[in-house]
C-alpha cells in the first residue's frame, strides 16, 4: 500500500520563527535578590581568613567553637571542628583565623595548647584556671604561607619576638641540665636553655641557650661557658671554699659565662655561634696554651693517685699537666715500668718571671736554645719527682725540683717524647728507708741475742734469790740495832725528866738572869754616864 504514495505530493512542513517576547519587570526583583546575595557571599568569602589544620597528640580543654587561637593576649582565630586522624592516632584541630590576622600564618609559625604548667622556669599558664585552655600561638620569620600544621606538646621557652639572642653549646653529656635551667652572668640570672639535642655523631651533646639582651652583649668570641650546678667545694690554703650560683642551680642545674679579662674589648659574638661547655669553672678559665713542649718520665714507684690532669709544678709553681698514665715495656731490664707523659708550657714560665729575668725569657725563644737551657738546669740537678697534692685525698702531681747530688744525665732529644730524669719521691723514699732498717734488723743474730737475754734473764733472777736468802737477814738485823740506838738517843736527850732536859733548863734560867742584870746596867749608865770614869757613887742613906 506504500509503494502506491507519491512522495513528490506530499506538503512540507515550514518551520515558523518564534515570536520575540518583551522582557517582564515581574523578573527584575528576583534578579536583584540574587546578585545581592551573591555579592554578600563574595563579600564574606573575602573577608574571612583562612582556615588551618593543627595536629595534637591530645586535645585537653579544646572544644568547638568554644576555644580560641590567641596572639598577645587577642584571638585571632577559633576552632570549628576536632576529629580524630585517619589512623585515630592523632587529634586534627580546624580553625578558621581572622582576615586581620591571616599574614601570620605562615610556614615556621608554632601552635600549642596553653594550660597550667609547673616547669624548670617556673609556673606557667594560671589564668587558664579561669577562662579555660586555649590555643597558644607564636609569629615565624618565614614569608611562606601555611596551612596544615603540627602542634607542639610544650610552648616555645623563647618567643621569637623576645629580644636576645640564641647560642648553641657543646658537652659531653647533658648532665643535670634541661629545658628552663637558668643562665647566669656574674650570678645575674640572664636566660635560660631552651632546647638540646644529640650531635649528628652521637659523642656529643649540642645545648641550645638564650641570653636576653641586653646581657647578649656580654657574650664575646672568647666567652667561656661552663656547668654551674651543684656546690664547688675547694680545700686550699685559706681553708675550705664552697661557691654555688643560687639555690636554684643546686635543685635543676644551670649554666654560667664570662668573658676573659684579656677579651674585653671584642665585639658580640654573632647569633647561633657555637662555644664549648665545660665541667667547671677552673677548666673554663685555664688557659689554652699554644706552645706544648711533651715529655716522658719514667718511675720506679707506684703511680697510684696519680690521674690526667694533674698539675706540673717548678718550685710549687704550675707550669704544666699530666696528659697520659700508663706503663712501658724496659727491653733493658725486660720488665714494666710505670710510663707518665707530660706537658710543659712555656707561656706560663714567661708570666712567671718578673722584668728582672726577661734575660731568661730571650734565652728560650728558639727550639735550640731551649734544649740547651734544659740539658743545663738537668746537669744542675733537676728531677721530677711524684709529690703527694693531699694526704685525704691521696691525689699525687708532678714536681720539677733541684737535687744537687743528683748524677748528670744527658737528654736523649732524637726521642720522641724525650725523656726527664726522675728521682724517687718522699714517700717512696721512706718506704725505702724503712726497708733498709727492716733488712738490717732482718740480718741481725735475733736468735742468739734471745738465748743470751734468756741466760741474763736466768741469772738475775738467781741473784736476787740469793740477796734474799741471804743478805736480807743480815740487813733487817742491822736495821734493829739502829732502830734500838735510835730510841735510845731519844730517851736520853729528848725524854721528859732526863739530865740532859734539867741542865738545858737551869742554863736557860742562868741566860735569862744575865740578861737581866745587863738590862739594869744599860739602864744605870743611861741616868749615870759619868759612872764610866768615876765609878759609882756611895748612895746616901
Do not use: C
Request: charged share 25%.
Amino acid at each position: 500500500m506504500t509503494e502506491n504514495v507519491d512522495l513528490k505530493n506530499i506538503p512540507q512542513a515550514l518551520a515558523e520563527p518564534k515570536k520575540r517576547r518583551r522582557f517582564s519587570v515581574v523578573w527584575i526583583i528576583p534578579i536583584l535578590a540574587a546578585l545581592v546575595a551573591l555579592g554578600i557571599a563574595v563579600q564574606r568569602i573575602l573577608s574571612e581568613g583562612p582556615t588551618i589544620s593543627i595536629v595534637f597528640k591530645t586535645t585537653e580543654g579544646v572544644e568547638e567553637g568554644k576555644t580560641y587561637i590567641r596572639y598577645k593576649d587577642v584571638n585571632i582565630g577559633q576552632v570549628k571542628t576536632v576529629k580524630l586522624s585517619k589512623d585515630f592516632a592523632k587529634v586534627v584541630v580546624t580553625a578558621k583565623i581572622d582576615k586581620s590576622a591571616a599574614g601570620l600564618i605562615v610556614e615556621d609559625a608554632k601552635f600549642w595548647i596553653e594550660k597550667p604548667r609547673v616547669t624548670l622556669s617556673g609556673i606557667s599558664g594560671i589564668g587558664t584556671l579561669l577562662s579555660g585552655n586555649y590555643i597558644g600561638f607564636d609569629v615565624g620569620k618565614s614569608k611562606k604561607a601555611r596551612r596544615n600544621f603540627i602542634g607542639l606538646e610544650v610552648p616555645p621557652a623563647i618567643k621569637i619576638d623576645e629580644p636576645g639572642r640564641r647560642f648553641v653549646l657543646q658537652a659531653d653529656n647533658l648532665g643535670s641540665l634541661g629545658i628552663g635551667s637558668p643562665l647566669y652572668y656574674r650570678r645575674l640570672n640572664v636566660g635560660q636553655i631552651i632546647g638540646y639535642d644529640l650531635a649528628a655523631d652521637g659523642r656529643s651533646v649540642n645545648i641550645k641557650v638564650f641570653v636576653n639582651a641586653p646581657y647578649d652583649t656580654y657574650v664575646t668570641p672568647a666567652t667561656r661557658f661552663w656547668q654551674a650546678s651543684g656546690v664547688d667545694v675547694s680545700l686550699g690554703a685559706n681553708g675550705i671554699t664552697v661557691e654555688t650560683q643560687s639555690v636554684l642551680s643546686l635543685l635543676i642545674g644551670g649554666i654560667a659565662f664570662e668573658a676573659p679579662s684579656s677579651a674585653q674589648d671584642e665585639k658580640p659574638a654573632t647569633e647561633g655561634s657555637v662555644f664549648t661547655l665545660y665541667d667547671n669553672h677552673t677548666d673554663a678559665t685555664a688557659k689554652h696554651e699554644t706552645i706544648v713542649q711533651p715529655y716522658v718520665l719514667y718511675f720506679n714507684e707506684p703511680v697510684r693517685g696519680l690521674s690526667v690532669g694533674a698539675p706540673v709544678t717548678f718550685f710549687g709553681l704550675p707550669v704544666g699537666e699530666v696528659t697520659a698514665v700508663g706503663l712501658d715495656y724496659n727491653p733493658a731490664t725486660d720488665n714494666l715500668r710505670p710510663r707518665v707523659d707530660v706537658a710543659l708550657y712555656p707561656m706560663r714560665m714567661r708570666m712567671l718571671l718578673t722584668e728582672k729575668s726577661k734575660a731568661f725569657d730571650e734565652k728560650t725563644q728558639q727550639e735550640s736554645e731551649r734544649r740547651a737551657v734544659m740539658q743545663k738546669i738537668v746537669d744542675r740537678g733537676l728531677r721530677a719527682q711524684l709529690r703527694s697534692g693531699s694526704l685525704v685525698t691521696g691525689q699525687l702531681y708532678v714536681a720539677f725540683d733541684f737535687f744537687p747530688d743528683a748524677p748528670k744525665i744527658k737528654i736523649n732529644w732524637t726521642k720522641s717524647p724525650p725523656e726527664l730524669p726522675v728521682m724517687p719521691g718522699g714517700l717512696q723514699d721512706l718506704q725505702n728507708k724503712i726497708n733498709s732498717i727492716l733488712a738490717k734488723i732482718d740480718k741481725m743474730p735475733l736468735e742468739a741475742i734471745g738465748v743470751n737475754l734468756k741466760k741474763l734473764i736466768a741469772t738475775t733472777d738467781q741473784t736476787l734469790k740469793r740477796a734474799d736468802t741471804e743478805i736480807t737477814p743480815e740487813l733487817k738485823t742491822v736495821l734493829e740495832d739502829l732502830k734500838r740506838v735510835l730510841e735510845s738517843t731519844n730517851a736520853n736527850l729528848v725524854g721528859k725528866d732526863t739530865p740532859v732536859q734539867q741542865d738545858l733548863r737551869d742554863a736557860l734560867q742562868e741566860m735569862t738572869r744575865a740578861a737581866q742584870a745587863i738590862r739594869v746596867f744599860t739602864d744605870y749608865l743611861e741616868r749615870h754616864p759619868e759612872a764610866l770614869i768615876r765609878g759609882k757613887t756611895k748612895e746616901k742613906p
